[in-house]
């Protein structure tokens, strides 16, 4: 019976943890970190940084749809980040709800002067995009101002 207990307990406490990491943004964002870095700087030529440009889209409607549909639908380039140019295909991040979704990007964007990104936001760039590959979303990335 004890045992029994101890059992209940422990599945409870490991199903509260798995709760809190599947909706940390912090969380979600290692498993882009293996291929964009843990600081998000990437590696030239295969991984994009995900720093300035990523902040640039954020402030615009069409940039922030196409980072959430990025995530969605996943890209293949070619695509210009931070000047350079990029012709690899990053998969669709399946899996992840709009919420999580949200989470992440907002953790790559934090201190930006862009506005989070809300579930409700990334829903609505969600519905409808089934029919976009990774080749679609690429074309759809706005260009950056002085690049
Ligand atoms: C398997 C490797 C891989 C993983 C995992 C991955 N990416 Fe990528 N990502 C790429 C590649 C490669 C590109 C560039 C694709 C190209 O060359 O067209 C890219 C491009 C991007 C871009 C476009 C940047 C820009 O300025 O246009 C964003 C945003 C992005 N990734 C965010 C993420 C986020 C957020 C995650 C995690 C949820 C993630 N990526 C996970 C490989 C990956």
Same mark, same amino acid.
């Given at each position: ?28 964002? =290692? ?13 030239? #030529?295969?991984?994009?940084?995900? =720093? ?21 639908? #996943?890209?293949? #380039? ?5 000047? =350079? ?11 992840? +709800? ?7 990007? +907002? ?25 976009? +590959? ?14």
């Amino acid at each position: 019976m004890r045992r029994l207990a101890i059992l209940v307990a422990l599945t409870g406490l490991a199903t509260a943890s798995q709760a809190m990491a599947a909706d940390d943004g912090a969380t979600i964002y =290692k498993r882009c970190a293996a291929c964009h870095l843990a600081d998000g700087s990437g590696v030239p #030529g295969a991984f994009p940084p995900l =720093k300035a440009d990523v902040r640039s889209l954020a402030a615009t409607a069409a940039g922030r749809r196409y980072l959430a549909l990025v995530v969605i639908r #996943g890209v293949s #380039g070619p695509i210009t980040v931070g000047g =350079k140019a990029y012709r690899g295909t990053m998969p669709a991040q399946a899996g992840l +709800n709009d919420a999580q979704v949200a989470a992440v990007l +907002n953790h790559v964007i934090r201190g930006a002067a862009a506005k989070p990104f809300t579930p409700r936001e990334i829903a609505g760039y969600r519905a409808g995009s089934a029919g976009l +590959n990774s080749a679609a979303v690429a074309r759809l990335q706005p260009g950056i101002a002085g690049k």
